[in-house]
Protein backbone atom coordinates (compact mmCIF):
# COMPACT_ATOMS: atom_id res chain seq x y z
CA UNK A 1 0.00 0.00 0.00
CA UNK A 2 1.44 3.53 -0.72
CA UNK A 3 0.02 5.73 2.24
CA UNK A 4 1.25 8.96 3.45
CA UNK A 5 0.36 9.41 7.43
CA UNK A 6 -0.07 12.72 9.37
CA UNK A 7 0.25 13.24 13.11
CA UNK A 8 -0.75 16.50 14.12
CA UNK A 9 -2.66 16.01 17.42
CA UNK A 10 -0.07 17.50 19.30
CA UNK A 11 2.96 19.83 19.73
CA UNK A 12 4.69 17.05 17.06
CA UNK A 13 4.07 17.86 13.22
CA UNK A 14 5.02 14.58 11.81
CA UNK A 15 4.73 13.35 8.38
CA UNK A 16 5.87 10.07 6.96
CA UNK A 17 5.73 7.67 3.13
CA UNK A 18 5.24 4.52 2.80
CA UNK A 19 5.23 2.41 -0.23
CA UNK A 20 4.34 -0.43 -0.67
CA UNK A 21 3.81 -0.74 2.96
CA UNK A 22 7.03 0.04 3.85
CA UNK A 23 8.40 3.18 5.51
CA UNK A 24 9.86 5.34 3.14
CA UNK A 25 10.31 8.73 4.32
CA UNK A 26 9.62 10.78 7.66
CA UNK A 27 9.77 14.07 9.19
CA UNK A 28 9.17 15.16 12.76
CA UNK A 29 9.20 18.97 13.96
CA UNK A 30 7.66 19.68 17.35
CA UNK A 31 6.30 23.55 17.56
CA UNK A 32 2.43 23.46 17.80
CA UNK A 33 2.19 27.00 17.09
CA UNK A 34 3.19 26.79 13.90
CA UNK A 35 1.13 23.83 12.61
CA UNK A 36 -0.96 25.57 9.87
CA UNK A 37 2.35 26.71 8.31
CA UNK A 38 4.55 23.62 8.60
CA UNK A 39 2.30 20.72 7.77
CA UNK A 40 1.48 21.63 4.28
CA UNK A 41 4.90 22.36 3.56
CA UNK A 42 6.15 18.97 5.27
CA UNK A 43 3.34 16.96 3.17
CA UNK A 44 4.26 18.89 0.14
CA UNK A 45 8.08 17.62 0.24
CA UNK A 46 6.84 14.52 1.84
CA UNK A 47 4.50 13.59 -1.86
CA UNK A 48 7.76 14.21 -3.85
CA UNK A 49 8.36 10.52 -2.93
CA UNK A 50 5.96 9.68 -5.13
CA UNK A 51 6.75 10.41 -9.01
CA UNK A 52 2.76 10.48 -9.69
CA UNK A 53 0.75 11.33 -7.56
CA UNK A 54 -2.29 8.97 -8.22
CA UNK A 55 -0.31 6.26 -6.74
CA UNK A 56 -1.13 7.53 -3.18
CA UNK A 57 -3.98 5.19 -2.22
CA UNK A 58 -4.65 7.06 1.26
CA UNK A 59 -4.00 9.65 3.65
CA UNK A 60 -4.01 8.67 7.39
CA UNK A 61 -4.46 11.47 9.69
CA UNK A 62 -4.99 10.87 13.52
CA UNK A 63 -8.24 12.62 14.80
CA UNK A 64 -7.54 12.87 18.29
CA UNK A 65 -7.57 13.34 21.21
CA UNK A 66 -5.45 15.85 21.19
CA UNK A 67 -4.99 19.89 20.53
CA UNK A 68 -8.81 20.98 19.32
CA UNK A 69 -6.86 23.27 16.76
CA UNK A 70 -4.00 20.70 15.82
CA UNK A 71 -6.79 18.25 14.88
CA UNK A 72 -8.60 20.43 12.96
CA UNK A 73 -5.44 21.74 10.68
CA UNK A 74 -4.25 18.38 10.51
CA UNK A 75 -7.62 16.85 8.89
CA UNK A 76 -8.64 19.73 7.07
CA UNK A 77 -5.52 19.29 5.03
CA UNK A 78 -6.07 15.94 4.24
CA UNK A 79 -9.58 16.57 3.26
CA UNK A 80 -9.04 18.86 1.27
CA UNK A 81 -6.06 16.73 -0.49
CA UNK A 82 -7.80 13.76 -0.61
CA UNK A 83 -10.96 15.57 -2.39
CA UNK A 84 -7.95 16.52 -4.96
CA UNK A 85 -6.61 13.27 -5.53
CA UNK A 86 -10.06 11.20 -5.09
CA UNK A 87 -8.31 8.96 -2.89
CA UNK A 88 -9.08 7.39 0.76
CA UNK A 89 -8.74 8.87 4.26
CA UNK A 90 -8.17 6.56 7.45
CA UNK A 91 -8.81 8.66 10.48
CA UNK A 92 -6.72 7.12 13.32
CA UNK A 93 -7.46 7.47 17.23
CA UNK A 94 -4.03 9.25 18.56
CA UNK A 95 -4.12 7.09 21.46
CA UNK A 96 -4.15 3.80 19.22
CA UNK A 97 -1.74 4.95 17.08
CA UNK A 98 0.75 5.49 19.76
CA UNK A 99 0.19 2.14 21.75
CA UNK A 100 0.72 0.40 18.53
CA UNK A 101 4.21 0.80 18.73
CA UNK A 102 4.14 -0.61 22.30
CA UNK A 103 5.45 -3.83 23.02
CA UNK A 104 3.21 -4.97 25.97
CA UNK A 105 0.43 -7.57 26.22
CA UNK A 106 -0.49 -6.81 29.41
CA UNK A 107 -3.19 -4.28 30.87
CA UNK A 108 -1.84 -0.83 30.30
CA UNK A 109 -2.04 3.09 29.67
CA UNK A 110 -1.38 5.48 27.16
CA UNK A 111 -1.68 9.13 28.02
CA UNK A 112 -1.30 12.26 25.73
CA UNK A 113 -0.47 16.11 27.44
CA UNK A 114 -3.78 17.41 27.22
CA UNK A 115 -4.03 21.22 29.30
CA UNK A 116 -2.21 22.67 32.45
CA UNK A 117 -2.28 18.96 34.65
CA UNK A 118 -4.35 17.29 32.67
CA UNK A 119 -3.54 13.99 30.33
CA UNK A 120 -5.67 12.63 27.63
CA UNK A 121 -5.67 8.84 28.72
CA UNK A 122 -6.72 5.42 27.31
CA UNK A 123 -6.01 1.68 29.13
CA UNK A 124 -5.26 -1.30 26.71
CA UNK A 125 -5.00 -4.65 26.83
CA UNK A 126 -2.14 -5.70 24.41
CA UNK A 127 -3.17 -3.97 21.12
CA UNK A 128 -6.48 -3.57 21.84
CA UNK A 129 -8.20 -0.69 23.62
CA UNK A 130 -10.47 -1.67 26.49
CA UNK A 131 -12.38 1.40 27.63
CA UNK A 132 -12.99 4.58 25.66
CA UNK A 133 -10.06 7.96 26.03
CA UNK A 134 -11.23 10.14 28.78
CA UNK A 135 -9.46 12.81 30.45
CA UNK A 136 -8.05 13.45 34.08
CA UNK A 137 -4.89 15.10 36.23
CA UNK A 138 -1.41 13.59 35.87
CA UNK A 139 -1.82 13.63 39.92
CA UNK A 140 -3.98 10.99 39.58
CA UNK A 141 -2.75 8.54 37.62
CA UNK A 142 -0.03 7.82 40.73
CA UNK A 143 -3.13 6.00 41.98
CA UNK A 144 -2.92 3.12 39.25
CA UNK A 145 -1.86 -0.06 40.38
CA UNK A 146 2.44 -0.18 40.40
CA UNK A 147 1.95 -3.26 38.45
CA UNK A 148 -0.21 -1.63 35.12
CA UNK A 149 2.79 0.31 33.02
CA UNK A 150 1.40 3.67 32.11
CA UNK A 151 2.96 4.85 28.77
CA UNK A 152 3.11 9.16 28.02
CA UNK A 153 4.48 11.64 26.58
CA UNK A 154 5.25 14.32 29.54
CA UNK A 155 8.50 14.33 30.43
CA UNK A 156 7.95 15.43 34.04
CA UNK A 157 6.70 12.67 35.14
CA UNK A 158 8.28 8.99 35.47
CA UNK A 159 6.79 7.67 32.69
CA UNK A 160 7.62 4.73 30.08
CA UNK A 161 8.28 7.50 27.35
CA UNK A 162 6.63 7.33 24.07
CA UNK A 163 5.51 10.24 21.88
CA UNK A 164 2.94 10.37 19.04
CA UNK A 165 3.90 9.40 15.60
CA UNK A 166 3.53 9.40 12.16
CA UNK A 167 5.58 6.23 11.93
CA UNK A 168 2.94 4.04 14.11
CA UNK A 169 0.36 6.16 12.83
CA UNK A 170 1.06 4.81 9.09
CA UNK A 171 1.69 1.58 10.60
CA UNK A 172 -1.61 1.24 12.43
CA UNK A 173 -3.15 2.37 9.37
CA UNK A 174 -2.12 -0.37 7.20
CA UNK A 175 -2.78 -2.84 9.32
CA UNK A 176 -6.52 -1.92 9.93
CA UNK A 177 -7.01 -0.60 6.76
CA UNK A 178 -10.06 -1.96 5.91
CA UNK A 179 -11.83 -1.12 9.40
CA UNK A 180 -10.81 2.78 9.00
CA UNK A 181 -10.97 3.68 5.78
CA UNK A 182 -13.05 6.37 4.17
CA UNK A 183 -13.77 7.91 1.08
CA UNK A 184 -12.50 10.89 0.23
CA UNK A 185 -16.43 12.58 0.64
CA UNK A 186 -17.36 10.87 3.62
CA UNK A 187 -17.92 12.28 6.57
CA UNK A 188 -15.03 11.98 9.08
CA UNK A 189 -15.32 12.78 12.91
CA UNK A 190 -12.53 13.99 15.25
CA UNK A 191 -12.61 12.53 18.70
CA UNK A 192 -12.83 16.06 20.79
CA UNK A 193 -12.82 15.69 24.74
CA UNK A 194 -13.72 17.92 27.02
CA UNK A 195 -13.41 18.40 31.11
CA UNK A 196 -17.11 17.73 30.64
CA UNK A 197 -15.83 13.94 30.05
CA UNK A 198 -13.45 14.47 33.09
CA UNK A 199 -13.31 10.84 34.74
CA UNK A 200 -10.59 10.19 37.61
CA UNK A 201 -8.61 7.28 36.89
CA UNK A 202 -10.04 5.65 40.14
CA UNK A 203 -13.66 5.53 39.06
CA UNK A 204 -15.57 2.59 38.13
CA UNK A 205 -15.11 3.75 34.45
CA UNK A 206 -10.83 3.22 34.83
CA UNK A 207 -11.42 -0.46 36.40
Given at each position: ??????????NICSVSSFKNSKLCNVIDLADSRQHSKNLPQIIQEIMKDFDDFSKIEAFAVS???????????????????????????????????MNYSVN??????????????KCFIQKFMGKKPIEAPFIDNYDNISKINDTVY?????????????????????????AN??????????DIHPIYLSDNEFVKINSNRSK
Open positions: MNLIAIESSTVGPGSFTSVRIGLSIVKGLSFGLKNNIVPVPTLEANSKTHYIAVNSFKDLYSDNANHDYESISPSSISLGQYAIYMELVKKYNE
